[in-house]
Structure formats: structure tokens, C-alpha cells
């Protein structure tokens, strides 16, 4: 009879320590979702910040208003180099029309991995035009 009280006593605590397993389990699922979405909806503001950024520039770039000036002033001072190194490009390739572009390996520097590219900015319009685009439908906000 005292070793069926024991076998009992440990069969409720293996169960009690199984449920609570159960439990933790199901807590760090939950919370390994919410995080999963947190870093979703992060991604969501970055994208929006960026694309708020874009509109900015397409309509104040040339006229910018108080603490946007240093980071207007930024862009156009890269894409006015861009714009010469696309020049200088050009000649180059002028000069040697044999040269196979194919082999050159350009890599970003280690700084600049996580940050934007010119191809994030291809559809924002100069700062001269006349009216700004309105985003294309891949860059939209997706109603989920």
C-alpha cells in the first residue's frame, strides 16, 4: 500500500511537472510570435519612414525647411556624384570598348551593408520636376 502512495505521489508530480512544461512551452511560442511580429511591424515603419522620406525629397528637395536641409543637401550632393561617376563611366567606356565589365567585382563597403541603396530611390523624381509620383503599388502598404 506505501509503494502505491509513492507511485502515485510521483505519477502526480511527473503530470504536475508535464503541464507545466505545457505551459512554458505554449508561453514561449506566444512570445516568439510577438516578437516575430514586432520585427514585421518594424520592418512595416521602416518602410514607411523611407517612403515618407522619398515623398519629402520629391516635393521640398529643393526647397527643404529647417532640420531636413542637412539630409536634403546629403542626397543631392550623391546624386550629383552619382551622376559624374555615371559620366566618367561613359568616358571609360568610350576609351575602351573591348572591356569586359563583367569581370569587375564591385563590393559596398562593410558600413554600408544594412543601409539603402540608389536602387531603393529609383522611382523618387528629381527634385526639379514638377509634380511628385505617387508610389508604385509594390511599394504601397499592403492591407493585411
Known amino acids: 500500500m506505501e509503494f502505491n502512495k509513492v507511485l502515485n505521489n510521483i505519477m502526480e508530480k511527473a503530470t504536475?511537472?508535464?503541464?507545466?512544461?505545457?505551459?512554458k512551452s505554449k508561453q514561449l511560442a506566444e512570445i516568439a510570435k510577438l516578437k516575430t511580429s514586432?520585427?514585421?511591424e518594424e520592418d512595416t515603419i521602416k518602410k514607411a519612414y523611407i517612403?515618407?522620406?522619398k515623398l519629402y525629397y520629391a516635393e521640398m528637395g529643393l526647397a527643404p525647411e529647417g532640420?531636413?536641409?542637412a539630409a536634403c543637401e546629403k542626397?543631392?550632393?550623391a546624386r550629383a556624384a552619382i551622376e559624374a561617376n555615371n559620366d566618367r563611366i561613359a568616358e571609360l567606356?568610350?576609351?575602351t570598348p573591348d572591356l569586359d565589365e563583367s569581370e569587375i567585382q564591385v563590393q559596398a563597403p562593410a558600413e554600408e551593408a544594412e543601409t539603402t541603396t540608389a536602387e531603393d530611390f529609383a522611382d523618387v523624381p528629381q527634385a526639379d520636376s514638377e509634380e511628385p509620383q505617387a508610389p508604385a503599388e509594390e511599394d504601397a502598404p499592403k492591407a493585411e
Open 75 to 77: 542626397i543631392t550632393a
Open 16 to 23: 504536475d511537472l508535464a503541464q507545466t512544461g505545457v505551459v
Open 67 to 69: 532640420a531636413y536641409v
Open 93 to 95: 567606356r568610350a576609351e
Open 38 to 40: 514586432n520585427m514585421a
Open 51 to 53: 517612403e515618407l522620406g
